[in-house]
């Protein structure tokens, strides 16, 4: 799982905002994000993942 | 391509104690992680992540992103967003310490109406007032609003002051006074 979360984790930074540490900004309240994303009239990207 | 792809709001599901989320797990019928879904800005789910590759991710957000360009809002996605924001545009933070059972739709709009310029004075950003991010933000209850002032780094945050409750005139009142005192 680790390879495979690293391939994606990759992709997304990439692809997502970063903040200034050039990690992506992530929303971490799903609830914020997904009303977020409705006010701003935007796509949501839900990253679902576990740290074992 | 950061810029180009800021079109989507990334949300972070962090599924490590098992009985995290489990709504939203059972919605979109996750069973595995990673597992990347993506959401109309209405909430309903366009596409699951079609492929592992880094390219083909990237393609896929660059895709789903140029659908809803969407509309920028006073509301960044945490407080190091709202910090780096800050700092560059010169404002202060304002972290927004939600009650647990909020709904973010209301209390947004709420704000929106009720903070008149002082949505474009500060950086916001909303966090949900859990037992731990109450310790954190040092404030006793939900909801609040704590005022940072940002240091050489976006990462030193001073805290300014902070105003609990959700009276719309005494948070007024009160983040007004906050930064009163800031500029003395």
């Known amino acids: 799982m680790r390879a495979t979360f690293l391939i994606v984790a990759a992709a997304l930074v990439a692809a997502a905002p970063l903040d200034h540490a050039g990690k992506i900004d992530w929303v971490r309240d799903p609830n914020f994000g997904l009303a977020k994303a409705k006010l701003e009239g935007r796509a949501a990207m839900l990253f679902f993942t ?3 | 391509m950061a810029a ?3 079109n989507v709001v990334p949300v972070y599901v962090d599924c490590t104690s098992s009985e995290s989320f489990s709504d939203l797990k059972s919605k979109y019928d996750v069973k595995g992680y990673p597992t990347v879904i993506y959401l109309d800005p209405e909430g309903k789910q366009i596409k699951e992540m079609g492929s592992r590759e880094a390219s ?7 895709g789903v992103a140029k659908k809803f360009p969407g509309r920028p809002t006073f ?7 709202a910090a780096t924001y800050a700092k560059a545009a010169k404002k ?3 972290v927004y310490v939600a009650k647990e ?8 709009q709420t704000l929106s109406k009720n903070l008149a310029d002082r949505k474009t004075k500060l950086a916001w950003t909303w966090e ?6 109450l310790e954190a933000r040092q404030v006793e209850s939900a909801p609040a609003v704590v005022i940072y002032e940002v240091g050489e780094k976006e990462t030193d945050l001073k805290m300014l002051g902070k105003v609990q409750g959700d009276d719309p005139k005494l948070l007024n009142e009160g983040i007004d006074e906050i930064l009163k005192n800031a500029k003395k």
Not at chain 2, 128 to 133: D, F, M, R
């Open chain 2, 75 to 81: 509301w960044m996605n945490s407080a190091k967003g």
């Open chain 2, 128 to 133: 949900l007032g859990t037992a731990k991010a």
């Open chain 2, 56 to 62: 083909a991710v990237t393609g896929e957000i660059n």
């Open chain 2, 92 to 94: 202060k933070v304002a």
């Open chain 2, 101 to 108: 059972d909020a709904d973010p739709i209301k209390v947004t």
């Open chain 1, 50 to 52: 576990a740290d074992w």
């Open chain 2, 4 to 6: 180009a792809t800021g």
